[in-house]
């Protein structure tokens, strides 16, 4: 199964809150990671004490997705808030240690941001500019996807911009492993869709993000797999919940560390 994993390397961003220490500072001039997510969590099962260990996150791109990334400075910055998702759960007690329960893999299996024309068909673009837009998309499905650039997305977006109206879309799937076996034990799908104003969609992941002023084409992409990821954890909770109060009963001893 490692074959078809790609290891993305975790990113090293400090964040408000992460239960990771001693991150290094950014320089000025790279991206920073966006903000805690600001999710709402069900209450742990009764009688759940020991709460398993689970590493950095390992996300697969699959390769019609790689266009549309724009680069792996995306799915970097998604690794450390999913980690701090994963602790907020109350689930799992995120680690660097080669010596924990649970591995989380995520698959990308879509990510698109689409500008669909301008609600007021001036500014930037306007009815051609749209046009232009629809023809890019046509003629990009045409491109195998082997010989399409993998360095840039196909289309630039204004996050500012309260004329231009975007549809995006990312769907991705999470699978909870047993680190020493390899086997499944929980997992589900996730997405986000949406189609707003580009300004509108900004703020909605800026308040998702605690972030205020998400304007930046990577981080939006970034905190959209952070999204579809709570997505796809809030749909396994069930059978999680179930499967980590079995485990607990060949695993009885208290766990609430935190990584030094």
């Known amino acids: 199964m490692n074959d078809r994993r790609i290891f993305i390397s975790l990113a090293c961003a400090c964040l408000a809150g992460t239960v990771f220490q001693g991150c290094r500072t950014p320089p000025p001039n790279e991206q920073t990671a966006p903000s805690v997510v600001n999710e709402v969590f069900p209450p742990l099962p009764a009688g759940l004490t020991n709460i398993p260990t689970i590493g950095p996150a390992v996300i697969t791109v699959l390769p019609d997705v790689v266009t549309n990334l724009g680069g792996s400075d995306v799915t970097n910055m998604a690794v450390a808030p999913i980690a701090v ?18 591995d989380c893999w995520i698959t990308l299996n879509q990510l698109r941001i689409e500008p669909v024309g301008h609600s007021s068909g ?32 196909p289309f630039r977006v204004d996050w500012t911009n309260t004329a231009t ?12 492993i047993d680190s020493k076996s390899e086997n499944l034990f929980a997992g589900a799908n996730g ?12 703020m909605e992941i800026g308040g998702f993000t605690k972030n205020s002023d998400v304007t930046n084409e990577v981080t939006i992409k970034s905190s959209l797999i952070v999204m579809a990821s ?19 009963k060949s695993f009885p001893a208290q766990r609430t560390e935190r990584e030094p």
């Open 230 to 248: 709570y997505n796809a954890l809030t749909n396994m909770l069930p059978e999680l919940d179930r499967k980590i109060l079995k485990r607990q």
């Open 165 to 176: 109206t975007v549809n995006i879309s990312c769907a991705l799937s999470m699978q909870i």
């Open 191 to 202: 997405g986000v869709n949406e189609g707003n104003t580009a300004n509108n969609i900004s």
């Open 122 to 153: 001036q500014g930037a673009g306007g009815f051609w500019g749209s046009l232009a837009s629809n023809c890019a998309a046509k003629i990009e499905t045409l491109i195998p996807s082997k010989w399409r650039p993998t360095n840039s997305a």
């Open 85 to 102: 998702m994963l602790d907020n759960s109350g689930r799992f007690i995120p680690t660097y240690s080669t010596n924990h329960d649970y």
